[in-house]
């Protein structure tokens, strides 16, 4: 056997070729990299909408000012005075 | 695709199709047809034999990293491979030491230069200039003359035109042409 440089050097790349060292390992996975990166971008575009209506309307996300209307709604009527029915005619009389 | 066992018969875009279905005999057959080839224009580029043993290393980790994006253009894969050579050897100019990313990138291990290798360097230089000086001879008196003057004696096209009394568009064309020539024929050689 040469052992001179490139003798030795065809041999080695030779051996590397047939060991497929110089295919690309990742290229099996492109396609599933592929669908990950879309599904992420989905997922973020959705987040990311669902922030900016938050933004927009930050109670009605939660429910919040539903029930805040309604708990409003309650005590002015808890709070306001009774009013006899006499008095009513009364005045109007 | 020729028989398996026929590789010198291979064209090189079959070549460096077996190079990328892992055919360790197909990128031996590639390597040794364009060894001097690619020798000889590192070692003329460079003017350092030890530096074009270790790019022409370089040269061929790439092809075998590139040989999946081959095309077929021509006939032979010369004016692709002189292109990978002109990549690796213009991004070790740049970076001031010889390029190694394709050979890191496989894998492949350092080797050690001998005497005899660096004799070998000059053998491939030699035959190139012995190659490429047959070529220009062959090369009709007005194509060679104007070829000369400008690319061996880097004359001026206006005192080459001067010279033999015509226009410097007549001695471009020419040289222009002669180029095209030799190129066309260390395609085919």
């Known amino acids: 056997m040469n052992d001179d440089y490139f003798t030795k050097l065809d041999e080695q790349l030779s051996a ?9 390992r990742r290229a099996r996975w492109r396609p599933l990299d592929r669908a990950a990166r879309r599904t992420v971008a989905a997922l973020g575009l959705v987040v990311l909408l669902a922030a900016l209506l938050v933004i927009e309307f930050p109670g009605s996300a939660s429910g919040n000012v539903q029930r805040a209307t309604a708990r409003m709604a309650l005590t002015s009527i808890a709070s306001r005075p009774a009013v006899a029915p006499g008095a009513a005619r009364g005045r109007l009389a | 695709m020729a028989h398996p066992r026929d590789h010198a018969r291979w064209s090189d875009a079959e070549l460096l199709a077996g190079i990328v279905a892992r055919d360790p005999q197909a990128f031996s057959t590639f390597y040794r047809r364009h060894l001097r080839l690619v020798l000889a224009t590192l070692a003329h580029e460079t003017g350092n034999r030890e530096a074009a043993a270790d790019l022409t290393a370089e040269v061929f980790a790439s092809v075998m990293v590139a040989a999946p994006r081959y095309q077929v253009r021509q006939d032979t894969a010369h004016a692709w491979l002189l292109g990978i ?7 070790s100019r740049r970076r001031g030491r010889v390029d190694d990313r394709a050979r890191r990138r496989i894998g492949v291990q350092a080797l050690a230069l001998g005497d005899s290798d660096l004799e070998r360097v000059d053998a491939a230089l030699d035959e190139g200039r012995l190659e490429v000086s047959e070529l220009v001879q062959a090369l009709p008196a007005l194509e060679r003359s104007a070829l000369v003057a400008r690319i061996v004696d880097e004359r001026p096209y206006a005192e080459i035109a001067a010279q033999f009394q015509c226009s410097e568009t007549a001695v471009r064309k020419r040289v222009s042409r002669g180029l095209a020539r030799l190129r066309a024929q260390l395609g085919e050689s």
């Open chain 1, 16 to 24: 590397l070729t047939s060991e497929g060292a110089h295919l690309d």
């Open chain 2, 85 to 91: 050579s002109r990549n690796v050897l213009g991004h």
